[in-house]
């Protein structure tokens, strides 16, 4: 059941429930075969921009365009937008079987047609001896599968999932993405996967889009969002990321970055102005040195955590988080220690303030 | 809207490209709700009002007037059938509480095996009509009945427990105290047990602790059911008139309407007083519990903390409990040993036991319990469709105007029978049958569509909380896969509704087959009388008493048996959904 792959574009979509905006201006172009992911914290406005595309909700301005075609104004059922839902949705009162086939049955293709083709999504999620029980027999996994296989048999155009691993207890929802990622590359589906947890975009989506009070923050590749976060709430939304205020001046033709506290740092790059500075825990050492990247500081606090130590040292009037790798027979730092942080800038990223 | 597939729509259909905000969507729900809103109108608030509206006119001239009301309390008999509703009400309403109160308290504060037995025992009272006992009171409790037979006996004592209005009472206390129950076991239920342990912990105990902390907290449950049982008791009308109490309202209207005529305005200034009674007394229970729901928000929090009871303790709380069920149980029995007597008069228990009443009953009251079966089984059709309609066109859609449907089908709760009785009588007397030219009010027809928006308010209850208990997502999944509005509501939801329609349906059915105060006004011929007017007819001579409690004996089994499906099917339908819990 391969699909002619299609692509989604969005451009300047609006919503508003009543008064309240929640989601302004939101432009996306999604690839076909695409598996891109919504990212962002709970009211964010990535469920909505979800369920927009499905049809559900209020009407949205904008255009909603799939493989070409508007369907901003269309209803649900004729959007071929399958969604794979969050409480997986499965109908109590109906077989396995009768939920799998109720899409085809909707389109009214003949009894001989749909068994084969159930069978077909069933054996897809590995669940054919199920066939018969009812949904309420179900684990929550085989509960998910199902809702995918009912989902994909219709063959939609595009595949939405909305925070689909969230019912899963941790072990399982790891092995769940990895099935979703292979089910998804295997149907060449163009898929939107809506989640909070950044480790599971991380891992599954080729590209993803990071929301915060109905806006887009940013797009691209887990790895670029990370490493190039382009304004504070993509850098502290992803992973640990300490802030340092400040601007970056130019000395000549050497660049650098002076803190509000006066402690100064040299830049390869950047251009001068008011910013900020992000580090991530990892891109600091602590050394007894001080040197032209080093900042002073004093350890505050020092915590276990197995591969490595975190400690909280207090610099340049902040509270910067650094993780050192821990070794066996290596010592660790007192707390109440005076110590040098040194900054590796050039994985520093500076954004605007 | 058409069922094009996804596959083969070329794209979205010119009404589909029209921005909806500027041409609204007119669907199937749309005409449905319209329909709904003129059947509820034309039912309802036409009937009311215009009753409302001819307790003002002066019969002769028609000009708007307050004489009526002027005259209504000039009579001393009025006057006195006023203070007697009145009267009779707070009475029944104190009764019931000393039935109910000390039931409710053993159950939850005490660690008392009987409390499966009071529980049940709370139901048995509703599932009879009151009307349909009284006469079996009136041979237990009467004057010449066994209790004071049996007293007069031994000790030369006769109390008039069934005199006059003392009758009255005792019949509805004793028929009405599960409303009170009910309430307020659920409302001391739901007490946090923390709330007690901080009043002993800061060194309040005994009666103390009862009366600042518990009894505030129970207050709101207890005003709720009291109020119910003075409106139900205000508006009745087949009790007092079985025991043939007349000089009460209800009874008045009747009367006037019926033996004067139905341009005879102090049936409608009755009417309007019973309106009035019943909006203020739920408003006054609405005001008391607004802003007062203490029911507690922690999980295993319920209940108050139960103690185990001491020996003599034990023996009281068994004696009054068993004490209370023989008084709540003896309408039962003495209808049945009724029905079953060949003579009982002037003895403690009937001469002999036959069933020949059951026989007579059968041959004399077919006709009644087949007009029962069709009137209460379109009442309760009409009413789950209208009740599932309006439930998913308030809950699911934005229908404006949506929340008025649910007011409207609600305010019936307000109407008491005698009142929608009179309405019809007056609205439909001057419009014909269709294709005839005899008037409405005499058409059979007429008494279900009575029935109907008598039981409404419950049937909508029982399908909106049907609905609420569909997931909206179970929709939204069956729409993402093909399925329009209507393919989607007849294949999801109605199916996952059946459990609360078909419960709707039977407890609509059961308590419509046992109306009496709407039906009496309506039935105009005995060809048209349903089971409760065939008990009425029955009761009103000694002879046709058997006959009589034989079918009440039916018309209880209709009802107890309904009460028993319907809590069957929903219990069936909790468990059926256990799935859809499993976030």
Same mark, same amino acid.
């Given at each position: 059941?391969?699909?002619?792959m299609?692509?989604?574009?969005?451009?300047?979509?609006?919503?508003s429930?009543?008064?309240?905006?929640?989601?302004?201006?939101?432009?996306?172009d999604?690839q076909?075969?695409?598996?891109?992911?919504?990212?962002?914290?709970?009211g964010?406005?990535?469920?909505?921009?979800l369920?927009s595309?499905?049809?559900?909700?209020p009407?949205p301005?904008?255009?909603i365009?799939?493989g070409?075609?508007?369907?901003?104004?269309?209803?649900?059922?004729?959007?071929?937008?399958?969604?794979?839902?969050q409480?997986?949705?499965?109908?109590?009162?109906?077989?396995?079987?009768?939920?799998?086939?109720?899409?085809?049955?909707?389109?009214?293709?003949?009894?001989?047609e749909?068994?084969?083709?159930?069978?077909?999504?069933?054996?897809?999620?590995?669940?054919?001896?199920?066939?018969?029980?009812?949904?309420?027999?179900?684990?929550?996994?085989?509960q998910?599968?199902?809702?995918?296989?009912?989902?994909?048999?219709?063959?939609?155009?595009v595949?939405?999932?909305?925070?689909?691993?969230?019912?899963?207890?941790?072990?399982l929802?790891v092995?769940?993405?990895?099935?979703?990622?292979?089910?998804?590359?295997?149907?060449?589906?163009?898929t939107?996967?809506?989640?909070?947890?950044?480790?599971?975009?991380?891992t599954?989506?080729?590209?993803?889009?990071?929301?915060?009070?109905?806006?887009i923050?940013q797009?691209?590749?887990?790895q670029?969002?990370?490493?190039?976060p382009?304004?504070?709430?993509?850098a502290?939304?992803?992973?640990?990321?300490n802030?340092l205020?400040?601007?970056?001046?130019?000395?000549?033709?050497?660049?650098?970055?002076?803190t509000?506290?006066?402690?100064?740092l040299?830049?390869?790059?950047?251009?001068?102005?008011?910013?900020?500075?992000?580090?991530?825990p990892?891109?600091?050492?602590?050394?007894?040195?001080?040197?032209?990247?080093?900042?002073?500081?004093?350890?505050?606090?020092?915590e276990?955590?197995?591969?490595?130590?975190?400690?909280?040292?207090?610099?340049?009037g902040?509270?910067?988080?650094v993780?050192?790798?821990?070794?066996?027979?290596h010592?660790?730092r007192?707390?109440?220690?005076?110590?040098?942080l040194?900054v590796?800038?050039?994985?520093?990223?500076?954004?605007?303030? | 809207?058409?069922?094009?597939?996804p596959?083969?729509?070329?794209?979205?259909s010119?009404?589909?490209?029209?921005?909806?905000?500027?041409?609204?969507?007119?669907?199937?729900?749309?005409?449905?709700?319209?329909?709904?809103?003129?059947?509820?109108?034309?039912?309802?608030?036409?009937?009311v009002?215009?009753?409302?509206?001819?307790?003002?006119?002066?019969p002769?001239?028609?000009?708007?007037?307050?004489?009526?009301f002027?005259?209504?309390f000039?009579?001393?008999?009025?006057?006195?059938?006023?203070?007697?509703?009145f009267?009779?009400?707070?009475?029944?309403?104190v009764?019931?509480t000393?039935?109910?109160?000390?039931?409710a308290?053993?159950?939850?504060?005490?660690?008392f095996?009987?409390?499966v037995?009071?529980?049940s025992?709370?139901?048995?009272?509703?599932?009879?009509?009151?009307?349909?006992?009284?006469?079996?009171?009136?041979?237990?409790f009467g004057?010449?009945?066994?209790v004071?037979?049996l007293?007069?006996?031994k000790?030369g004592?006769?109390i008039?427990f069934?005199?006059?209005?003392?009758?009255?009472?005792?019949?509805?206390?004793?028929? +009405?105290?599960?409303?009170?129950?009910?309430?307020?076991?659920t409302?001391?239920?739901?007490?946090?047990?923390?709330?007690?342990?901080?009043?002993q912990?800061?060194?309040?105990?005994g009666m103390?602790?009862?009366?600042r902390?518990?009894?505030?907290?129970?207050?709101?449950? +207890?005003v709720?059911?009291?109020?119910?049982?003075?409106?139900?008791?205000?508006?009745?009308l087949?009790?007092?008139?079985?025991?043939?109490?007349?000089?009460?309202?209800?009874?008045q209207?009747?009367?006037?309407?019926?033996?004067?005529?139905?341009?005879?305005?102090?049936?409608?200034?009755?009417?309007?007083?019973?309106v009035?009674?019943?909006?203020?007394?739920?408003?006054?229970?609405?005001?008391?519990?607004r802003?007062?729901?203490?029911?507690?928000?922690q999980?295993?929090?319920?209940?108050?903390s139960?103690?185990?009871?001491?020996?003599g303790?034990?023996?009281?709380?068994y004696?009054?409990?068993?004490?209370?069920?023989?008084l709540?149980?003896?309408?039962?029995?003495?209808?049945?040993?009724?029905?079953?007597?060949?003579i009982?008069?002037?003895?403690?228990?009937?001469?002999?036991?036959?069933?020949?009443?059951?026989?007579?009953m059968?041959?004399?009251?077919?006709?009644?319990i087949?007009?029962?079966?069709?009137?209460?089984?379109?009442?309760?059709?009409?009413?789950?469709?209208?009740?599932?309609?309006?439930?998913?066109?308030?809950?699911r859609?934005?229908?404006?105007?949506?929340?008025?449907?649910d007011?409207?089908?609600?305010?019936?709760?307000?109407?008491?029978?005698?009142?929608?009785?009179?309405g019809?009588?007056?609205?439909?007397?001057?419009?014909?049958?269709?294709?005839?030219?005899k008037?409405?009010?005499?058409?059979?027809?007429?008494?279900?569509?009575?029935?109907?928006?008598r039981?409404?308010?419950y049937?909508?209850?029982?399908?909106?909380?049907?609905?609420?208990?569909?997931?909206l997502?179970l929709?939204e999944?069956?729409e993402s896969l093909?399925?329009?509005?209507?393919?989607?509501?007849?294949?999801i939801v109605?199916?996952?509704?059946?459990?609360?329609?078909?419960?709707?349906?039977?407890t609509?059915?059961?308590?419509?087959?046992?109306?009496?105060?709407?039906?009496?006004?309506?039935?105009?011929?005995?060809?048209?009388?349903?089971?409760?007017?065939?008990?009425?007819?029955?009761?009103?001579?000694?002879?046709?008493?058997?006959?009589?409690?034989?079918?009440?004996v039916?018309?209880v089994?209709i009802?107890?048996?309904?009460?028993?499906?319907?809590?069957?099917?929903i219990?069936?339908?909790?468990?059926f959904?256990?799935?859809?819990?499993?976030?």
């Amino acid at each position: 059941m391969t699909n002619q792959m299609v692509g989604i574009e969005i451009n300047d979509l609006h919503l508003s429930f009543g008064e309240t905006e929640v989601l302004t201006g939101v432009n996306l172009d999604i690839q076909p075969g695409e598996f891109f992911a919504f990212l962002g914290p709970s009211g964010s406005g990535k469920s909505t921009l979800l369920r927009s595309i499905a049809g559900f909700g209020p009407t949205p301005q904008g255009s909603i365009r799939i493989g070409g075609r508007d369907v901003v104004n269309l209803p649900p059922w004729k959007r071929n937008v399958g969604m794979v839902f969050q409480s997986y949705a499965l109908w109590p009162h109906m077989s396995v079987r009768d939920n799998v086939g109720f899409g085809l049955k909707e389109r009214k293709m003949p009894a001989s047609e749909i068994a084969p083709k159930v069978d077909a999504a069933l054996e897809l999620v590995g669940l054919t001896h199920l066939a018969d029980r009812m949904p309420n027999q179900l684990s929550g996994g085989q509960q998910q599968r199902i809702a995918l296989a009912r989902t994909v048999v219709v063959e939609p155009e595009v595949l939405l999932l909305d925070e689909p691993l969230s019912n899963l207890d941790a072990s399982l929802r790891v092995q769940m993405r990895r099935e979703l990622l292979a089910l998804q590359r295997k149907l060449g589906l163009t898929t939107i996967f809506v989640t909070h947890d950044q480790e599971e975009a991380n891992t599954t989506a080729d590209r993803m889009a990071v929301l915060d009070k109905g806006v887009i923050q940013q797009i691209g590749t887990p790895q670029v969002l990370y490493d190039t976060p382009e304004n504070l709430f993509v850098a502290e939304f992803l992973g640990t990321a300490n802030i340092l205020g400040g601007q970056v001046e130019s000395d000549g033709g050497a660049k650098r970055f002076r803190t509000s506290a006066g402690d100064v740092l040299p830049l390869s790059d950047g251009h001068e102005g008011a910013g900020s500075i992000v580090l991530r825990p990892q891109n600091m050492q602590i050394v007894d040195q001080a040197g032209a990247d080093t900042l002073p500081g004093t350890i505050l606090h020092r915590e276990f955590m197995g591969s490595q130590v975190r400690y909280i040292v207090r610099t340049s009037g902040t509270e910067m988080i650094v993780d050192q790798f821990h070794h066996v027979g290596h010592d660790w730092r007192d707390t109440g220690s005076d110590v040098h942080l040194k900054v590796n800038t050039n994985e520093a990223v500076i954004v605007a303030s | 809207m058409s069922n094009a597939s996804p596959h083969n729509a070329g794209g979205p259909s010119l009404l589909d490209r029209l921005p909806a905000s500027i041409f609204p969507r007119v669907t199937g729900l749309h005409a449905a709700a319209l329909i709904i809103a003129i059947l509820l109108i034309g039912l309802l608030i036409i009937p009311v009002f215009q009753v409302i509206y001819v307790a003002f006119l002066d019969p002769n001239t028609g000009a708007l007037t307050l004489q009526n009301f002027v005259d209504f309390f000039r009579t001393s008999l009025f006057r006195e059938s006023f203070w007697n509703s009145f009267y009779v009400s707070a009475m029944s309403v104190v009764f019931a509480t000393v039935i109910a109160l000390p039931l409710a308290y053993i159950t939850t504060r005490f660690n008392f095996a009987g409390s499966v037995v009071i529980q049940s025992l709370g139901f048995i009272p509703l599932i009879m009509p009151p009307f349909v006992g009284a006469v079996a009171m009136q041979l237990i409790f009467g004057r010449n009945g066994t209790v004071n037979l049996l007293m007069e006996e031994k000790f030369g004592i006769n109390i008039p427990f069934m005199e006059g209005l003392n009758g009255v009472i005792l019949v509805q206390s004793i028929h +009405y105290f599960p409303f009170i129950l009910i309430n307020l076991s659920t409302s001391l239920r739901n007490i946090d047990r923390s709330m007690e342990e901080a009043a002993q912990n800061l060194g309040s105990q005994g009666m103390r602790l009862f009366r600042r902390i518990v009894f505030p907290l129970a207050m709101p449950g +207890y005003v709720a059911g009291a109020a119910l049982v003075f409106i139900k008791v205000f508006d009745d009308l087949g009790t007092p008139l079985l025991l043939n109490v007349n000089n009460m309202l209800a009874p008045q209207a009747f009367l006037r309407i019926s033996s004067i005529g139905i341009s005879d305005p102090m049936g409608y200034v009755i009417s309007f007083i019973l309106v009035a009674f019943s909006i203020f007394s739920l408003w006054a229970s609405f005001l008391v519990m607004r802003g007062k729901d203490y029911s507690t928000v922690q999980k295993g929090g319920g209940g108050l903390s139960r103690r185990d009871l001491r020996t003599g303790e034990k023996i009281a709380a068994y004696a009054v409990v068993a004490f209370i069920l023989i008084l709540v149980l003896s309408p039962h029995i003495g209808l049945t040993l009724l029905s079953f007597a060949t003579i009982w008069s002037f003895a403690p228990l009937p001469d002999g036991f036959t069933l020949q009443n059951y026989v007579v009953m059968w041959e004399n009251s077919k006709q009644f319990i087949t007009n029962t079966v069709i009137y209460a089984g379109i009442a309760a059709v009409l009413d789950v469709i209208i009740g599932t309609a309006i439930a998913y066109i308030v809950i699911r859609t934005g229908i404006w105007g949506r929340k008025s449907l649910d007011y409207l089908a609600t305010a019936a709760l307000a109407v008491p029978g005698v009142v929608l009785g009179i309405g019809y009588l007056r609205v439909f007397h001057s419009i014909d049958i269709p294709f005839t030219d005899k008037p409405m009010a005499s058409w059979w027809v007429i008494i279900a569509l009575a029935l109907m928006i008598r039981r409404l308010p419950y049937a909508l209850r029982a399908c909106t909380a049907a609905l609420q208990q569909v997931s909206l997502a179970l929709e939204e999944a069956a729409e993402s896969l093909g399925a329009t509005k209507g393919s989607t509501i007849r294949r999801i939801v109605i199916p996952l509704m059946s459990g609360g329609i078909l419960a709707g349906f039977v407890t609509s059915f059961a308590t419509a087959a046992v109306e009496l105060s709407a039906t009496i006004m309506l039935v105009s011929s005995e060809s048209d009388a349903p089971l409760a007017y065939g008990i009425y007819l029955f009761m009103q001579t000694p002879s046709g008493r058997g006959a009589g409690a034989a079918l009440g004996v039916v018309a209880v089994i209709i009802v107890g048996l309904g009460t028993f499906l319907s809590q069957l099917m929903i219990e069936r339908d909790k468990k059926f959904k256990s799935t859809d819990q499993s976030h």
